[in-house]
C-alpha cells in the first residue's frame, strides 16, 4: 500500500451550488495518482494453477495493468504450473483470448475499449508454461530446474488452485528447499488465496503446516477485498480529515452497517458453494476485513505491523458471535429467477445458507455496546457493498414546538462496490416561513474528481507483494482469532441454525430485519438510492 499522498485535482468542486456537493459529469480532470511510481523488483512469479478462472479473469489483467503502468521489472518471469501437457504459445493465446472477453465485457472490472498490445506482449513475453501434478515430487524439481538462479532467486509461489492443494504443494515446495531464502537476499514468498481453512481447527493446521515449511514473514495470505481502491481509502477518509475521528466512537455512533449484497447466484460454483455457504465464504474473511478498518485504533505509520497490529486488536476484541444473533437464509424461486436448490450441483433438499446476517460487538473502549450489522448474500435485488456509519439522534427539545416529528440520524456510508465513493445524510432546514427540516444528501464520487483506471483489485495485492509490503495481507494470529469469534456459529452446541427462505431478487429473509427490529433498527433500504433519487422524490 502506497503511502504517498497526492493532491487530486477535482472535476468539478463541492463548491457546486445547492445542497448536494456531487459535481456534475463533466470531464474527469486528474488522473488517478498512481500508487509508487518505482518498478518492482525482478522476479519469477511462479502460477500455480495456470488454466484456472483465478488466473485469467484476475491475475493476467493484473499483470497487463501493472505492465501499462511500468511497474513490472524487464527481467520478469512468469510461469504458470497446470497438470496437462500444452505448449505456452497455447497458453499465451488462450489468456489473450480470455483478456479480450474481458476486455469487451462492459460489467466486468476490466473493461476496456481498447487494449494496450504492447503491454499484452510485455506480459505475454514472459510466459512459460509448464506441465505439472501438484502432488507429484518431478513437478517442483523440474521447476526448481527452471527457475534457475540469478534473477530468479526472487520468487514468487501464487497459489492460484483449490484450497485441498495448499498443504501438498506447500509441503513439496519446502522439500524441494524452493522455500528457502538466500543468503543474498533472494526473497521466496507464497501467496495463498481464500479459503483459508473452513474453521478455527482447520486455520490453525493450515498455518502451523505452512510456517513448518516457510517463516511468517514469506506468507501473504490473500483477501481481495484489502485490494479494492475503496477499502484502502477507508483508512485515507478516517485518518487524514480532521472531521471524522472525534465523532469515530461509542459516544457519537449509534451502529455501523456493512453490507455485501450480490444480484449474482452462484455462478456454477455449486458444489464450492454447497460445502461453504454465504457466512464462511463472506463473513469471517472479507467482512470481517472491512469491520477492521472501520473499527481500527489509528495506526502510527502505514507499515504493514502498525497496521495489521492494530487491526489484529479488533479481531481479538470481537465478542464470539452467538447463534441468537446470526440469520440464515436460502433464496428459492422469485423475481430474479429459480431457486438454490434448482442450481447445477446444489441438492434438492439442500440447507446452505445463501445469505448471512450477523450482530457483532467490539468489546473495547471506542466501540463497546456499538453493534455491527453484518449481511451478505447472493441474488439480493441489489449489488451493492458498503459500509454505513449511523451517528446517534441530536436532542429533540430544539425541535419540540415546530412541525418536525422525527430528525434523521447523519448516517455516513463509504461506497465501496459498485458505486465508488461516499455519501453523507443529514438535515437541514427546508425553504419556506417555517421551521421544516428535510433529510438530504451529499455525495463524493470517485470518477468525478479522479480518471477510474480498469483495475480488477489484484495489481496492488500483487505489486505489494513483490516490493514485500503486506499491509494489505493477512496474518496467520488475525485469521485464527477470525475464526475463533465465529466457533459457535460454524459449530453450534444447540445443532444447525435455521436457513429461511427468501425470494431470488428480494432484499433477503424476513428473520435479518427482524434481527436489527428488536433493536429498534432497520437496515438500509438495497433498491439503489442516490442524490439525483432523492431530488426528484421531493418534486
Ligand atoms: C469471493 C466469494 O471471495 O468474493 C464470492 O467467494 C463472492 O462468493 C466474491 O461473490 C465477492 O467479491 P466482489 O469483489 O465481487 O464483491
Known sequence: MSNETNAAQPANTASNAGVSTKAGSGPAGATLPAAGRHPAPPCTLVIFGAGGDLTKRLLMPALYNL????????????????????ETAEWRDDLKKSLQQFAADKASSFHTTQLDEKAWDWVAQRLQYMAGEFESDDTFSNLKQLIGTGAGSNVIFYLAVTSRFFKPIVERLGRAGLLKEDEGGGFRRLVIEKPFGTDLASARDLNAHILSYAKESQVYRIDHFLGKDTVQSILAV??????????????YIDHVQITAAETIGVEGRGQFYEQT???????????????????????????????????ADIFDA???????????GQYGKGPAGPGYREEPDV?????????????????????????????????????????????????????RDTP??????????????????????????????????????SAFDYADFFTERANVG?????????????????RADSIETSWAAVEDVLHPESGPLPVEGYPAGSAGPAQSDALLARDGRAWRPLAPDNVANTAARKK
Open 67 to 86: 505492465s501499462a503502468d511500468g511497474l513490472l521489472d524487464s527481467g520478469m518471469k512468469i510461469i504458470g504450473v497446470n497438470h496437462g501437457e500444452r
Open 318 to 328: 470481537i465478542q464470539p458471535l452467538h447463534a441468537r444473533d446470526v440469520v440464515f
Open 347 to 399: 441438492a434438492a433438499d439442500s440447507h446452505t445458507e445463501t445469505y448471512a446476517a450477523a450482530r457483532v460487538f467490539i468489546e473495547n473502549w471506542r466501540w463497546a455496546g456499538v453493534p455491527f450489522y453484518l449481511r451478505t448474500g447472493k441474488r439480493l435485488t441489489a449489488r451493492r457493498t458498503e459500509i454505513a456509519v449511523h451517528l446517534k439522534t441530536v436532542p429533540f427539545r430544539l425541535f
Open 458 to 474: 489484484y495489481e496492488t495485492l500483487l505489486y505489494d507483494c513483490m516490493l514485500g509490503d503486506a499491509t494489505l495481507f493477512q
Open 404 to 441: 418536525v416529528d422525527t430528525l434523521t440520524p447523519n448516517v455516513l456510508t463509504l461506497r465501496i462496490d459498485p458505486a465508488h465513493g461516499t455519501r453523507f445524510d443529514f438535515n437541514v432546514k427546508v425553504p419556506g416561513p417555517v421551521m421544516q427540516i428535510g433529510p438530504v444528501q
Open 277 to 311: 455457504g454465504a457466512f464462511r465464504d463472506m463473513l469471517p474473511n472479507h467482512l470481517f476485513q472491512l469491520l477492521g478498518m472501520v473499527a481500527m485504533e489509528p495506526p502510527n505509520s502505514f507499515a504493514a505491523e502498525a497496521v495489521r497490529d492494530k487491526k
Open 238 to 251: 478516517r485518518f487524514a480529515n480532521a472531521i471524522f475521528e472525534p465523532v469515530w466512537r461509542r459516544e
